[in-house]
């Protein structure tokens, strides 16, 4: 096979893989420049019978529309060709460069609990767009995800015609085996009934595999109920997700989550009550790791830039282990030492990393203070600053130094008068009353701590009305905190009481002006409340701090197109786009955009071919007279390859503007794909007259008169483009061959006037 063409354009250079259903190869597009890679798969029907062979045939067609549709996802291959040879089916997909998530799930090695929920938000919100097209993937699994070099998570093996009946006395209908793979197929796949809740079992299985660092065969299971034991093995998975986590991989599929839009509703409910949690223990780990540290361990460490922004992660902030025991580096020798992290001597969860290219950033070993900067790779931003801890005199106020001052220092603080006002009172009295100072000053530090713990709590339930009691209660002693006002704020947000929370935002930017999480939040906030100029206001203050943030800049667009201005939210949009090439939703959000203002030559020049050619004919039905529609309807459809249409399209641009020199030499240019090349050479002379210094159109007409063999007008074409730009390689070229033809004729017309000589002397 290797060496093979196949489709007399795919040329196989190396075997992938492959089974009983069939074989995967790469190959070589030899009919695009570069000739780049793609994936052929070879799929073989067992088929013993004729007629058995006509419906593979037309369930082989009927599969190859369903992977054309699923291409048009971002993060699943797209689907090239698909033809037949010699009674076996091959579909071309899309190469897909980068890492299979199976390798990067290292035995021993358990994902932390952000990671976990980001890879489940990202299989879900792909599956949610399979399910809508009426398909089953039944095949979810580690090696069936790859992990681009861009960062995005990309679903492949949508499989095709796995297995036809070739039962000669049976009823001919086709028929597809159980497929999957062990310990991610469900019971009800295993009997060849899958539903869209087997692929929500698969996708629970993958992360399963992910924080525990077990694969699914090695998960024990409850012996009377068939449920799946496995929250020992992943203690940094909090009961919120935990719980998503069981209803998905549930025995019996009526007790999971029916869809994967189901799945991805309940996420959302409790992602900010995981993110609230890890805030917590951040700031629980920092001011434990801080107490047990030498002093002046944070002064050459720190964790926030000159804006306030977090800009340095722990290295304790990593992914979880799944061994008890772990290595540990001194911040200050570097030295190894074995035994619990301090987070894990104190009972807490080690902190999940924030992103897998945190992770990567930080290798086992390493205690470089600048291993993971605000300069992150381009997939992830940094992580919020509620979700990165704050330098210790920062999280913990200057109220919390005076009351440590307090505690040393009693006696040089003024007392309250009702605790001591006579000038005359006694020593003791003095000692009595700073004694009691101290003591309320403890029990304020107390209550307000008890209170932080209580809302956070009450979050992490969702229980939100008692999660704003206690905040409200613990700001009474620490209203300069601004983590709290945030938390606040972000309660309010789940009651709808958007006008709070706003209040809230705006306190925490009074305490923190430079907080770009903030303002963010802020933004959104405001247009919720369709307070659209005003949020544009607040994403244009994210955007003075983080210039590079993409998403900044597609939600100030977002808001400029609600407030109907529409050019500056396109830039906005194209802003993002140009941080960050690969941003589907910035790309949709402008393209809609694009489409609903009728742009058809951006949205051709923009490559969005479908949305342009849609965009065309609904214009020209509207004003049939209008000559851009026409023509960028044209190059649409040139581009599609359906070139007599193309031509149709630039003629009756022609016929309503006859001066269109681009529709005159976008014709020309279809005519000759079509090898009509008198035509093409007419309508490049047409384009010579319109334009006469265009050496591309006289480059372009010499080429068609070569073709049509008139060489002396080529000539002339080639050198009236050479005059024109002498540099030009291809009239170069062209006139060198001309020359050639025109010796070798001249050559031809010597040698038979010799011969008429020597016949006539003779």
Known sequence: MLGTTLGGRYQIYRYLGGGGFGRTYLAHDQHLPGTPDCVVKQLKPRINHPRAYDTACRLFNREAEVLYLLGEHAQIPRLFAHFEEQQEFYLVQEFVDGEVLSRSLRTGHCMGEIEALQLLKELLTILVFVHEQGVIHRDIKPSNLIRRRDGALMLIDFGGVKQINSDPDGDWTATTMAIGSAGYMPNEQLAGRPRYSSDIYAAGMVVLR?????????????????????????????????DIITNMTRYDFRERYVTAAETLAALAKIEPAVLATATSNMSEAIRVDTLAAPEGDYASKSLTDSRGASAKILPFLRSGECAKTQRSVSYKTGVQRTGLRRTEAHGLRPIPSFSASCEAQLPADSTDDNTVTESMPSERLPAPRHLAPPPPSQMYGQQAKHRHESRRNTSHRDQPSSMGSSTTAT?????????????ISSSNTSSSDHYRSQGDQHFQNQQYGHAITAYGLSLRANPDDYILWFKQAMALEHLNHHEEAIACYHKVLKLQHQDYFAWSKLGKALETLERYDEAVDAYTQVLQIQPQNYWAWHDQGRALEASQHFETAIASYDQAIQLKPDFQLAIDSRKRLLCQLQEVDRLYHLQHYDEALQSCLETVQTNPNDPL??????????????YQAAVEAYEKVLSLDPQDTLAQFRRAGVLEKLGRYQEAAIAYRNVTRLQSQNYWAWNDLGRMLETLQRYDHAMVAYNKALALQPTLETAIAGRDRVIAQLQQRSSGFKTTDTRSVTRGTA
């Open 210 to 242: 992910a924080v525990t660092g077990r694969s699914p065969s090695k998960l024990p299971e409850e012996i009377r109920t068939g449920e799946i034991c496995w929250r020992d093995r992943a203690p940094q998975i909090g009961d919120p997700l935990a």
């Open 427 to 439: 020593s003791s009295n003095a000692s009595s009353s700073n004694a009691s100072s101290s003591n």
């Open 629 to 642: 529609a026409w023509l960028t309807q044209g190059m649409t459809l040139e581009n599609a390859q359906y």
